[in-house]
């Protein structure tokens, strides 16, 4: 393994342990009072991480030749179980979205799943499909109609940030592998009504881009959130309060140990905390495409890019949502905010990044 892997993996667990340090800090008085247990939150993403660990390793050994056997099967499965979501009593909702699968005392989201297949089917495909993909009928459109059908049906759950996050890293992997820019402008064009009635027609979508625009306008109301984000963010000023010490996460700032995690963060270690998050992320990112521009071949390379730009996107979201950057999403902050899947298949995607940087370009 070259130099870049081994900064991805130490960086990986950096992150991961920032992570548990915040969500006990984030969660234990909430935890306390509901469940009777402070450690509750922590405890279930220790076993989330023993589990992503493993699962990380795996991705890491297993032969490179067999990622893309898999890509196929993968994705027909992944499309089985995106359809399940919709229908109770497997599709469990919460927060007005059914995006986790139960099945017995197991739950997961199964658009995480969705991420890794649709990119080691992309990356297969466009290696495969190579001296076509200027050509509309047979490279373009099959992995459009792939990735229509995927975000289509996440879109249902509903969910539109991840529906989003695909299709700009599909796009930037069919631009990478030669699509015709006519094609990938006229896709982008042709979906803009379609976003705009997303966006505007659907009430509390509408009412998170007038949180955005104007937070204060409605302090108390659709920009409580988003206010009480920039007080935990002011709050922390340049040292932070000190860890534990977070005022918001006393019933102040929903979500507080999940897509908000940067905020408390930010109020308990400061300018300097959320700056060394901020910088390893950057780290991440650099050691990715490091991996990926020294991959063996086209797929490695399509599958690194793609794995490293998910990631790193929903860590520039998660951030911009909590600085007021951008309109709230409820894209978690990558290894650091609670939630098992997203921990587990990110991690998962290290592994396999970690695999590709084992090979060398013959």
């Not at 820019?181 to 009430?203: E, K, Q, R």
């Amino acid at each position: 393994m070259k130099k870049s892997g081994y900064l991805l993996f130490l960086v990986t667990f950096i992150l991961i342990g920032f992570g548990l340090v915040s969500i006990y800090s984030t969660s234990a008085i909430f935890a306390n009072e509901k469940f009777g247990d402070s450690l509750f939150f922590l405890k279930r993403q220790l076993l989330w991480a023993l589990l992503g660990s493993i699962a990380m390793l795996a991705a890491w050994k297993i032969k490179y030749e067999l990622i893309r056997s898999l890509s196929k099967p993968l994705l027909f499965l992944t499309m089985i179980l995106l359809a399940l979501v919709l229908f109770p009593p497997l599709g469990r909702e919460a927060g007005g979205a059914r995006r986790w699968l139960r099945i017995g005392g197991f739950s997961f989201q199964p658009s995480e799943v969705g991420k890794l297949a649709l990119l080691i089917y992309l990356s297969d495909y466009l290696t495969r499909k190579q001296s076509k993909i200027k050509k509309f009928s047979q490279g373009f459109l099959p992995p459009i109609l792939v990735l229509g059908g995927m975000v289509g049906l996440i879109l249902l759950q509903p969910d539109l940030g991840t529906g989003l996050l695909l299709g700009v890293v599909s796009l930037s992997l069919l631009f990478i592998a030669g699509a015709r820019i006519t094609y990938l402008t006229g896709l982008v064009l042709s979906s803009l009504p379609a976003l705009y009635f997303l966006v505007v027609g659907v009430g509390y979508r509408q009412r998170r881009i007038l949180a955005f625009l104007d937070p204060w306008k409605d302090a108390s109301g659709v920009g409580y959130q988003i206010t009480q984000s920039f007080i935990a963010l002011g709050s922390g000023g340049m040292t932070g309060r000190g860890l534990v010490w977070s005022r918001q996460k006393l019933f102040y700032l929903p979500a507080s140990y999940t897509d908000f995690i940067f905020s408390i963060l930010g109020e308990e270690l400061g300018f300097i905390g959320t700056a060394s998050i901020v910088i390893l992320f950057l780290v991440f990112l650099w050691a990715g495409i490091r991996i990926a521009y020294r991959a063996p071949d086209l797929f490695g390379y399509l599958l690194g890019v793609g794995i490293t730009m998910t990631i790193s996107l929903q860590a520039i979201i998660n951030i911009g949502v909590a600085t007021g950057s951008l309109p709230t999403k409820g894209i978690p902050l990558p290894f650091i905010s609670f939630g098992g899947s997203s921990l587990l298949f990110n991690m998962i995607g290290v592994g396999l990044l970690l695999n590709i940087s084992r090979r060398r370009k013959v």
